[in-house]
């Protein structure tokens, strides 16, 4: 067994005693250049690597703007000081292009293997580690990594000959856990394309396969069973803004939480996702945006053309069962009016036709994209009798439920693969575990 040593940085722990410690600008050289290209490859940094961004639809945007883009050769490292909370937002660039001088780009020195220093710095976002070294206004808004920060963060160092074997050590281990990764969520996204089939079909023609079905003279809802009709969404229920909170306004616990964009999936809620809350006082001024069971939530508000928003949930009693929930503006809720089965609906506004009558009407700049009550208020969509309702949804609970039992069991050994594969990298690049 190797000897070890402390490292001096708390967060590494024990090294074998043969390594070194060092700053990161004693092994690599920060480009501070401007490209100054007229047609450059635009390149974007994001988790899965650094890729070239078509700039092609970016309106109002031309190639003058580019021109004091940092120039990315071939191995340059690569580093996201914004993003310290989400994941590992750093990569080895394969290509070059020209990126935006946001971010940190790093030329390795004599003696350092990149690919190394990659797997170094990702250990640094899993471990908050560069969070903890951030500043900013607050940790949701421009909590950044300074650039002087970085550059004398430290790092530790093994010989290059060892650098080198690590990193084809890991490279061919991530690959392998990668790749079932890959198979399991290909499985899962087939699992959920299976869903949503399974939701299209009976929302929109009921349980019964040989019902004669009539055109319903709407474009977005096309043939229906005969004794169904179509009714505007404004009809079908009362629509409940969202309660113009701030950050001044957040405290840091309390039984009132606050239900953003991020705490609202389609079909759950994400209520763990950067949850923030409010006193007793402002939860009385926003009562009436108090969330109840049976309140289809949804959201209003996301990136333009990628349909990233309007995830619709319907409240559960457990949903309300730890805390008091109070909507946030660009949420919205739909309360059912009587003969109008909420969960149902729930179902119904997952389908994509029904979805593309919706985002018609979508507005908002080149990158944000908003949907507005009345467009989504006079949204035509199916009306089964009451009865029919309920039925379809006590089917659509059963045979979901079991699909998502697949889905979370499958998503499960995703998330056991994902652990093992960062602490597999952590021990391996510490030197924890000899290779």
């Known amino acids: 067994m190797r000897e070890m040593k402390d490292s001096g940085i708390r967060w590494m722990g024990t090294i074998p005693s043969t390594w ?6 004693h092994g690599f050289v920060r480009k501070k250049e401007e ?4 047609n450059p490859r635009v390149l974007s940094l994001a ?31 690569l580093i996201n000081p914004m993003d310290l909370y989400s994941g590992a937002n750093c990569s080895i660039s394969k290509i070059e292009g020209v990126i935006s001088p946001a971010y940190i780009n790093l030329r390795y020195l004599e003696g350092h293997n990149p690919n190394y220093y990659d797997y170094y710095f990702k250990i640094q976002y899993w471990m908050m580690a560069f969070f903890a070294h951030g500043k900013g206004v607050s940790f949701e ?3 950044t990594l300074n650039a002087d920060t970085l550059m004398n963060y430290p790092c530790i160092r093994p010989s290059y000959e060892e650098q080198c074997r690590i990193v084809g050590y890991l490279d061919e281990k991530c690959a392998k856990i990668d790749a079932i990764i ?13 869903k949503l089939s399974i939701i299209s079909e009976a929302v929109t023609k009921g349980l019964n396969p040989d019902v004669e079905m009539k055109d319903s003279g709407a474009e977005f809802v096309g043939k229906i069973p005969s004794n169904w009709s179509v009714a505007k969404l404004g009809n079908l229920f009362d629509f409940i803004g969202g309660y113009a909170f701030n950050s001044d306004m957040y405290v840091s616990e309390s039984n009132n939480q606050v239900v953003r964009i991020g705490n609202v999936k389609n079909g759950y809620m994400s209520l763990d996702s950067n949850p923030v809350y409010v006193s007793d006082e402002t939860a009385e001024k926003a009562k009436k945006f108090l969330v109840k069971p049976n309140y289809i939530l949804f959201t209003m508000t996301g990136t333009k053309g990628k349909r990233d928003y309007f995830f619709t949930h319907v409240v559960s009693d457990k949903d309300c069962e730890e805390k008091r929930l109070y909507i946030n503006q660009r949420v919205g809720g739909f309360v059912a009016k009587a003969g109008t089965c909420p969960d149902y609906y729930g179902y119904l506004l997952k ?3 029904i979805l593309d009558g919706i985002f018609l009407y979508e507005t908002g700049t080149a990158n944000q994209g908003n949907l507005g009550i009345d467009s989504i208020s006079r949204t035509k969509v199916h009306v089964p009798p009451y009865e029919e309702q309920l039925k379809i949804s006590e089917y659509l609970g059963e045979r979901c439920s079991a699909v998502d039992k697949s889905i979370e069991g499958r998503m499960a050994v995703v998330d056991k693969l994902a652990s093992y594969k960062k602490s597999l990298i952590y021990e ?3 030197g924890k575990k000899e290779v």
Do not use: C, F, M
């Open 428 to 430: 391996v690049v510490t």
């Open 351 to 353: 389908d994509n036709r």
């Open 182 to 194: 890959e198979k399991q969520q290909a499985i899962i996204d087939k699992l959920k394309e299976y």
């Open 20 to 25: 070194s410690t060092e700053r990161v600008k």
């Open 141 to 143: 808004n421009r909590w």
């Open 47 to 77: 988790r899965a690597g650094v890729k070239e961004r078509d700039i092609s639809n970016n309106e109002g945007q031309i190639a003058e703007s580019y021109y004091n883009y940092n120039p990315v050769e071939v191995d340059d490292l």
């Open 35 to 38: 490209a100054h290209q007229d």
